[in-house]
């Protein structure tokens, strides 16, 4: 949806430079955040989620670099909707094979017992990572093009942001791909992992086939950028650029080249059933999501529980306080005027009386 609102929003954002800028930083940071947070997690849904905040940070840095990257953030949110939805189905799949297990230490060498399953889900990981000429490789390695054509400090450094994404994605999706289908049978005993049922894969081999097609269909041609050239770049040109475009093409390929190895070279062996304790502060620290929950309870949860207290605090002093005070006093009063109501007719006469003298008093002090 931001996507979509930055991108349909284009007149007000090529208007403003400084928010675009802001709009690509997010995005930068984004696309890196979910990356990095990704290749620590072991259950495969959280893995898939930090990689869909990752690719969605590439599409709002796409859309943050104006006309020349209206389309490619769209048509990556078209490519990232195949092959994503197609790879949580298939996480669904497993899960149903494996009787709701998500720990990817827990799985291992299923590609064996759900060759559907794996090959679908397999279509979808060649998509993500960018390998040519599947999906993903059309949509990013253009976005890739687009940050260094932005030209000057700023292009070099979002350009080297998104292919250090690219390395980081295809280190993680190697990793998920290796410990759930690959590798030695890590599963508890008793458990019989089995392929889906027609009704589960069906849709998954559809999806596959929108992550090996997509990206052709959308690109071929220019189709997608000249489809949206009336509404994002009504005076559509040919952009500047900053690095041919083979070259950008082979960066992107290094970069997934460069991911793949790293985690082949790291997973490729038997693994344990549970995650290691004696890692790296970087480790521990990306187990934790970066420490952002922490960040969030100490900077706002914590102090907003403290102001919590003391509005409750004030709450009940001051303003029950003072609308406990408007009461007593009324019900004070109320119980001074309760004694001159005896019931005694004698005790109303002097009363009477008092009042009478009082008047005339009074009258007298006037006529004096």
Do not use: C
Request: aromatic fraction near 10%; charged fraction near 15%; avoid cysteine.
């Amino acid at each position: 949806a931001g996507v979509y609102l930055i991108t349909r929003s284009n007149f007000v954002f090529d208007n403003a430079p400084t928010a675009q800028l802001a709009v690509v930083i997010v995005g930068t940071i984004t696309l890196l955040f979910g990356a990095i947070i990704g290749m620590a997690k072991d259950d495969i849904k959280k893995a898939l989620a930090a990689s869909t905040m990752s690719q969605i940070g590439y599409m709002i840095m796409a859309s943050g670099f104006g006309p020349a990257g209206y389309a490619f953030a769209i048509m990556h949110l078209l490519t990232h909707g195949f092959f994503k939805a197609g790879m949580f189905l298939g996480a669904g799949s497993v899960m149903h094979g494996m009787h709701d297990e998500v720990n990817m230490r827990r799985y291992g060498g299923l590609a064996k017992f759900m060759p559907i399953t794996s090959i679908t889900f397999g279509l979808g990981y060649l998509a993500i990572i960018g390998v040519p000429p599947f999906a993903g490789f059309y949509s990013k390695d253009k976005i890739i093009e687009t940050a260094f054509n932005a030209g000057g400090v700023q292009g070099v450094l979002f350009g080297s942001a998104a292919l250090l994404g690219a390395v980081i994605t295809a280190f993680y999706m190697t990793r998920l791909m290796l410990m759930t289908f690959f590798g030695n049978k890590r599963w508890a005993e008793g458990s019989e992992p089995h392929e889906s049922p027609f009704l589960m894969w069906a849709p998954m081999a559809v999806l596959a086939v929108g992550s090996v097609a997509s990206g052709y269909l959308l690109y071929s041609g220019k189709a997608i950028v000249k489809w949206l050239a009336p509404v994002v770049d009504k005076d559509h040109h040919e952009h500047t650029e900053f690095l041919p475009p083979i070259v950008v093409t082979t960066l992107a390929v290094v970069a997934v080249i460069i991911g793949v190895s790293i985690a082949f070279i790291k997973y490729r062996g038997e693994l344990s059933e549970r995650a290691p304790t004696e890692v790296s502060i970087f480790t521990r620290v990306t187990r934790r999501d970066l420490l952002q929950d922490d960040a969030n309870e100490f900077l706002f949860m914590r102090p907003g529980q403290k102001l919590t207290q003391l509005l409750v605090k004030t709450d009940e002093s001051v303003i029950d306080g003072a609308v406990r005070a408007v009461g007593s006093s009324a019900l004070g009063s109320a119980r001074g005027m309760r004694k001159l109501q005896t019931g005694y007719v004698r005790n109303y006469a002097l009363l009477i009386l008092i009042g009478a003298l009082v008047a005339l008093f009074a009258a007298l002090v006037v006529t004096l």
